[in-house]
């Protein structure tokens, strides 16, 4: 049975549960500029304090044992610590080359992770997926206000971007490869067009689970780059995702109008992984475990959700409370012409 069968008849069953924040818990060690360089980096010439995509080559123990607070949270799947470990995102640290190395680096930690507790706890199957952000550029919009034609990067170079990073992360041993926070379409389109690329040259087509997670970013229910939810499941439905689904932007009270929506029109299965809240003022999450917990169950209660997790601000505590509260729920079921399939 591949990856995708075995997830299928998983998410059949029960509620599967997403892991929570990785930069949430990094902060907590508050690490300096000399921990995010170690000794291979100590004399890179711009700072690297920020970086917790290096993190996999400097500090691997650390995020070794976040991915496994959150396996023994209750996390069915955790997500590779490579949120911003392409080449367009990397260029601010002036590190495009390291990207496939950071990738590679990033889903072996996990899968280690993942087989450390499992070996430790037998017949309890956990996932690796390949996260892949949305860049700090965009394609659909200008960032000069001054010139709206202007773009900061082509469709080729996101994709090629987007190619080394799957490439790496799939030579790490990743499960599943995981699109997540789109604010932008067409940067999701060039994620999607290297993850087809990679899987037709390697014979993978159909044995590698694709995920894909949007972000709402207002009450409009429009995503950044001005679609509605349902014009943005559409532009993506042609990548054949395990799952659609929403996280980042909004905590889970705000983001429960667009939930049910989605629940009523994806044909595939519902993630959802919302924030501890909204920031307070100093830009920090408020949202106790129990509080996140008790509106995601109510998801779950209403029938729409089939993946949760937690995102921004969300720790192994939030995973815990929400493993916990969707426990007794069933998933949602797919829609019958989907499921007969």
Not at 229 to 239: N, P, Q, Y
Not at 321 to 340: F, S, T
């Amino acid at each position: 049975m591949n990856t995708i069968s075995e997830l299928k008849r998983l998410l059949d069953e029960r509620i599967v549960i997403i892991d929570g924040a990785m930069g949430t818990m990094i902060q907590r060690y508050k690490l300096s500029e000399a921990d995010y360089r170690g000794t291979r980096f100590a004399e890179w010439p711009t700072d690297l304090k920020g970086n917790n995509d290096l993190l996999c080559l400097t500090q691997p123990d650390i995020i070794r044992s976040i991915h496994l607070e959150y396996l023994e949270a209750g996390a069915d799947i955790i997500e590779t610590n490579t949120f911003n470990a392409q080449a367009i995102s990397l260029a601010d640290y002036g590190m495009q080359a390291l990207s496939y190395e950071i990738n590679h680096a990033a889903a072996r930690i996990a899968k280690q992770a993942v087989e450390a507790y499992m070996s430790a706890n037998p017949g309890h199957k956990k996932y690796v997926a390949g996260a892949l952000g949305p860049m700090n550029k965009t394609l659909s919009l200008s960032p000069d206000v001054n010139n709206p034609g202007y773009r900061a990067m082509t469709f080729d170079e996101a994709e090629k971007a987007y190619y080394d990073q799957v490439r790496g992360l799939m030579d790490g041993g990743a499960d599943i490869l995981l699109v997540e926070t789109i604010f932008d379409t067409l940067n999701a389109k060039a994620a999607i067009f290297a993850i087809n690329k990679y899987l037709r040259e390697y014979n993978l087509r159909g044995k590698v689970p694709v995920m894909i997670s949007g972000t709402i970013t207002d009450a409009s229910g429009r995503t950044l780059s001005g679609q509605t939810l349902e014009a943005f499941m559409i532009s993506v439905m042609h990548a054949e995702p395990l799952s659609i689904g929403l996280n980042c932007a909004l905590g889970a009270a705000q983001m429960r109008p667009h939930v049910e929506e989605l629940a009523q029109i994806a044909p595939t299965f519902v993630s959802c992984y919302p924030n501890a809240g909204l920031p307070n003022t100093m830009g920090e999450y408020d949202e106790t475990p129990e509080e996140t917990a008790a509106i995601v169950a109510g998801f779950a209660a209403e029938g729409w959700v089939n993946l949760v997790g937690g995102c921004c601000g969300t720790t192994p505590a939030h995973i815990k409370a929400i493993a916990q509260a969707v426990k007794q729920h069933a998933p949602r079921p797919l829609p019958e012409l989907v499921a007969a399939l």
